[in-house]
């Protein structure tokens, strides 16, 4: 059972949210509140007992998610300490547990701010990890198609 921590920010609230999962299937906490789920195949989920329809996408810090016909519009946000703790460095890691699927830069390559690193999949959706900061890439201690977990550290840009 992998858990992840989520931050996502609804206009100037910061929403703390967990989930814990296991192929496929686990359970959402949000304010409260706790819902079991299972993905059934890339668009179906079966949430609290009730199947529906999804779709969605990840564009750097932001995520859309399509359910049941309404649009949801949600920008990640880093919690209070997570923010002080990042906050210049250039340590890249895994926002999730997942498969590292594809690296877009090597040992060495200079990137700039927000520049595409890599992509991660976790429970059928991938996600891109951006440059915290402009440097020269100095270490990537993972390959295209490892296993990482949420927090591990990928790369480094000095």
């Known amino acids: 059972m992998s858990t992840r921590e989520l931050h996502w920010r609804i206009g100037e609230d910061i929403i703390d949210c967990r989930i814990d999962e296991a192929k496929g299937q686990g359970t959402f906490y949000a304010s409260n509140t706790s819902l079991p789920?299972?993905?059934?195949?890339?668009?179906h989920i079966e949430i609290a007992g009730k199947i529906h329809r999804?779709?969605?996408?990840?564009?750097?810090?932001?995520?859309?998610v399509w359910l049941d016909g309404h649009t949801?519009?949600?920008?990640?946000?880093?919690s209070k300490t997570e923010a002080a703790t990042e906050a210049g460095t250039g340590e890249v890691r895994a926002l999730m547990p997942g498969k590292l699927l594809r690296l877009a830069v090597a040992v060495g390559?200079?990137?700039t701010e927000k520049q595409p690193l890599a992509i991660m999949e976790s429970m059928k959706m991938e996600s891109t990890?951006?440059?915290?900061?402009?440097?020269?890439?100095?270490?990537i201690r993972f390959q295209a198609g490892q296993v990482v977990e949420m927090g591990e550290l990928i790369m480094v840009i000095s």
């Open 37 to 43: 789920f299972r993905i059934l195949d890339s668009s």
């Open 54 to 64: 999804f779709f969605v996408t990840h564009n750097r810090d932001t995520v859309t």
């Open 72 to 78: 949801y519009f949600l920008k990640a946000a880093k």
């Open 109 to 111: 390559d200079n990137v």
């Open 129 to 139: 990890l951006v440059a915290p900061v402009s440097g020269k890439v100095s270490e």
